[in-house]
C-alpha cells in the first residue's frame, strides 16, 4: 500500500474444527424447524461443535506455524479475534502464547465476525513497526452463545477456528487495499450480554451484511487500484449463502470465485475466513500472484475487507491431519470452480 516503509506476506495457515457434527436433522429434534428451511435460507446443512475458543486457537496456531516452518519463539506478536473467549481474563492469546511458546505479546481482538480481517490489518501494520512473524487467530465456540431453543440462531453457528502466520518482507508486501468500518447504531442488532444468550434481528442484520460487504470489499479494491474482476479469490465471511450470492451479485464478482464452507461449518464468527482460507488452500485454488479479498461483517455492525496477493507456493494437496479432510464431501474443491466465473 502506498507509505507503507516495510511490508508482510502470509506464509503459513492452519484449521481446527471439533469433531463433534450438529445436523439439520439434529436440530429438527428439538427446534420448530426443517432441514429444508435450513439449507433453503442459509445454505448450512451442518455445523462443528464442541471444544473450547482456547484450544481451538491453539490447534488452528500450531498447525500455522508448521505450516510456515516457522520457530514459535520467534514470533512476536500472537493476536487472537474472538468474541466467545473462554474466559473474560486472561486473554485467550495469553494461552496460546503458553501453549506455543511463542514470543513477544499476546492480545485478543474483538471485531465479532469481522474480527479475524481486523487482526490481520492490525498484523501487516505491526510489521511495519518492526515485528518481524505475528501469528493471527480467529477462533470461537459460538455454539455456547446461542440460546438453542431459538431457531433464529441455534441453526447458524458452529465452532471452529482458523489462523495464519504473517512475516515481514522487503518492499511493500501483500497487503494492497483495507477498508474498517463500524456503525455502533446498530449495535443492538446482534448481541449478547456477558453471561447470557444471543439476540439478533436477522432480517436487518441480513439487510445490513448485504449492503457492508458491497460497500467494504469496493472501498478495498478502489483502494487497491483493482477492480471487482481483479478478484481471483474471495473468502467472505460464512453467514448465509444468501448474503454470499447477493453481495457477489452486487459488487460484479462471479460467485465461482467465491470460496464457500458454509454447508459444514456454519457461521463461525472470527474463525471463518480463516477457515475458509485454509479450505481454498487445501484444495488448490490458491496460486501465487492470486488476488485475495477477505471481508467480513459483523456484531457491531462492524466491518473489515483487506485485499492481498498470495505469495505462498501453491498449496499441497489436503493432508490426513486437515481437519477439512475430515469433512463430509460435497465442497467444490478445484480450479473448475474459476472457470466459470472467467467470462
Ligand atoms: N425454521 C423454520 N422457520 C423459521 C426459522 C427456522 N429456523 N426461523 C424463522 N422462521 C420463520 C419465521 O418465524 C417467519 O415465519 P412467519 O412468516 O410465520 O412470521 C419465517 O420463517 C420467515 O422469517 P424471516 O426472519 O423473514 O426469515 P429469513 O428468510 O430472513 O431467514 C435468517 C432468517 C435468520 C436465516 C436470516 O434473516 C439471516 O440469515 N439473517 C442474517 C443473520 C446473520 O447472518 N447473522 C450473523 C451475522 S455475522
Not at 471439533?18 to 448450512?44: Q, S, Y
Amino acid at each position: 500500500m502506498a507509505g507503507v516503509t516495510r511490508g508482510g506476506t502470509i506464509i503459513g495457515w492452519g484449521a481446527a474444527l471439533p469433531d463433534r457434527v450438529r445436523t439439520n436433522a439434529d436440530l429438527e429434534a428439538h427446534l420448530a424447524t426443517t432441514d429444508a428451511w435450513i439449507r433453503e435460507r442459509t445454505g448450512i446443512r451442518e455445523r462443528r461443535v464442541g471444544s473450547s475458543t482456547t484450544d481451538l486457537a491453539v490447534d488452528a496456531g500450531r498447525a500455522a506455524l508448521a505450516r510456515a516452518g516457522v520457530d514459535p519463539a520467534s514470533v512476536g506478536m500472537v493476536l487472537v479475534a474472538t468474541c466467545s473467549p473462554d474466559q473474560a481474563l486472561p486473554a485467550t492469546a495469553a494461552h496460546v502464547q503458553r501453549a506455543l511458546g511463542t514470543g513477544g505479546g499476546a492480545l485478543d481482538v474483538n471485531g465479532a465476525c469481522a474480527g479475524f480481517v481486523y487482526a490481520l490489518v492490525c498484523a501487516f501494520g505491526l510489521v511495519a513497526t518492526g515485528v518481524e512473524r505475528i501469528l493471527v487467530i480467529g477462533a470461537e465456540t459460538m455454539t455456547r452463545l446461542v440460546d438453542d431453543t431459538d431457531r433464529t440462531t441455534a441453526i447458524l453457528f458452529g465452532d471452529g477456528g482458523g489462523a495464519v502466520v504473517v512475516e515481514a518482507v522487503d518492499g511493500p508486501g501483500a497487503l494492497l487495499g483495507t477498508d474498517l468500518g463500524c456503525d455502533g447504531s446498530g449495535a443492538h442488532l446482534l448481541a449478547c450480554e456477558v453471561g447470557g444468550t444471543m439476540v439478533m434481528d436477522g432480517r436487518e442484520v441480513f439487510r445490513r451484511a448485504v449492503r457492508a460487504t458491497v460497500r467494504s470489499a469496493g472501498a478495498a479494491l478502489d483502494r487497491a487500484g483493482l477492480r471487482p474482476d481483479d478478484v481471483d479469490v474471495l473468502v467472505p465471511h460464512q453467514a448465509n449463502a444468501r448474503i454470499l450470492d447477493a453481495a457477489c451479485e452486487r459488487l460484479g464478482i462471479a460467485s465461482a470465485r467465491a470460496v464457500s464452507t458454509l454447508e459444514h461449518s456454519g457461521n463461525t464468527s472470527a474463525a471463518s475466513i480463516p477457515l475458509t482460507l485454509c479450505h481454498a488452500a487445501a484444495t488448490g485454488r490458491l496460486h501465487p500472484g492470486d488476488r485475495v479479498l477477505f471481508v467480513g461483517f459483523g456484531a457491531g455492525m462492524s466491518w473489515a475487507s483487506a485485499v492481498v496477493r498470495w505469495d505462498a507456493p501453491a498449496a499441497a494437496a489436503m493432508h490426513a491431519g486437515d481437519p477439512w479432510a475430515t469433512m463430509s464431501a460435497g465442497i467444490p474443491s478445484s480450479d473448475e470452480d474459476r472457470t466459470g466465473g472467467d467470462t
